[in-house]
């Protein structure tokens, strides 16, 4: 079945293996090849912002921007290369006229908006670039709020007065707000704020694991009454029954855990609510589902849980269809 991956952290693992051909590599999680013979209608690739020290330590005074350029740079090159298999897409319009020729819609996002460094000229700067998403934190503070985090201070911190601004513009231009890795107080503000869906592209249940990344029964319900969309992620810490098991090391990211949470956001917020956002190459461990050449065990294994056809593919691909078309222009 065709599907709508709506986060991967591929474009990072090719810059620290420095590995540019991301065309077909079998030790990625993800590459174009395997993308096109899966039937992937559109993958959203994340510019992941790692701390500097990391980057730094692959490539020496490196900047966010330069960083950033050089993700861009690679993805860029890998769609020029390829042109039969993959092309841009910033909105839907794109997206259905890829799909339509026969090629794999590329979508790009930033993960963590530090770099923004509160500027909207930044943002027009990103946007330019074909930047379509972009995750507000990652696991630090930033110019726009707070991330997810055990300190109940900093988890019920708000969005700063930026973050706010941003939400309004990130609207207006046409930018869906993801709010994974957000901290609960940021969260609230984005959800009183925005006009538009919003996404949580990579977040799993907090009822079923309680993790602080996941969203509560509260947040789910409340982004599905505003039409937003959550990806189901597959790291096993996010999934996992119990995070005190074997010490909190959690390797074994289990179908039958992926499908008990796609069946919670389910029944808590509703079959327009739940889609993929898999996290692919930002997370390892013994994973069921490990690439775009076994996601059908998904499907497969949802329709085997009695879901209707209909509503598996609303999960694959058409709600997050939708919220490309209620939030792109």
């Not at 290369?81 to 794109?94: G, M, Q, S, Y």
């Not at 090629?103 to 460094?117: C, Y």
């Not at 700067?125 to 055990?150: A, I, Q, W």
């Not at 947040?219 to 029954?241: L, Q, R």
């Amino acid at each position: 079945m065709k599907y709508i991956d709506l986060h991967c952290d591929t474009l990072c693992m090719a810059f620290e293996t420095k590995d540019e051909n991301i065309y077909d590599r079998p030790q990625f999680m993800v590459d174009i090849r395997r993308l096109k013979e899966s039937g992937v209608k559109a993958q959203f690739f994340a510019i992941y912002m790692p701390p500097q020290d990391w980057i730094h330590n692959i490539k020496p005074n490196c900047t966010d921007d330069e960083f950033i350029n050089d993700l861009y740079t690679n993805l860029n090159n890998a769609i020029n290369a390829h042109p039969d298999d993959i092309a841009w897409a910033k909105n839907a319009v794109d997206m259905e006229n890829n799909w339509k020729a026969g090629k794999v819609s590329a979508f790009l996002t930033i993960e963590d908006g530090r770099s923004v460094n509160g500027s909207f000229e930044k943002f027009d700067k990103y946007y330019d670039m074909g930047v379509r998403l972009v995750s507000l934190t990652h696991n630090f503070e930033n110019c726009f709020g707070y991330p997810n985090s055990t300190d109940k201070d900093i988890m019920n911190a708000g969005l700063k007065p930026f973050g706010k601004e941003a939400v309004e513009y990130m609207n207006d231009k046409g930018i869906v707000i993801d709010v994974s890795h957000l901290s609960d107080g940021g969260f609230w503000d984005v959800m009183e704020l925005s006009k538009k869906p919003i996404v949580a592209s990579h977040s799993c249940a907090r009822a079923l694991t309680p993790h602080q990344r996941n969203l509560t029964d509260g947040m789910i319900k409340a982004m599905a009454t505003k039409g937003g969309v959550c990806g189901i992620n597959f790291c096993p810490v996010f999934i996992a029954p119990d995070l005190s098991a074997n010490g909190g090391w959690i390797e074994d990211g289990k179908l039958e855990d992926i499908v008990r949470h796609v069946m919670h956001l389910y029944n808590v917020g509703g079959s327009d609510f739940v889609a993929i956002g898999t996290d692919f190459d930002g997370i390892g461990g013994k994973l069921d589902i490990a690439g775009p050449q076994d996601m059908d065990k998904l499907f497969d294994a949802l329709l085997k849980n009695g879901m209707n056809a209909a509503d598996v593919e609303k999960i694959a691909y058409k709600n997050a269809e939708r919220l490309i078309k209620e939030t792109l222009k």
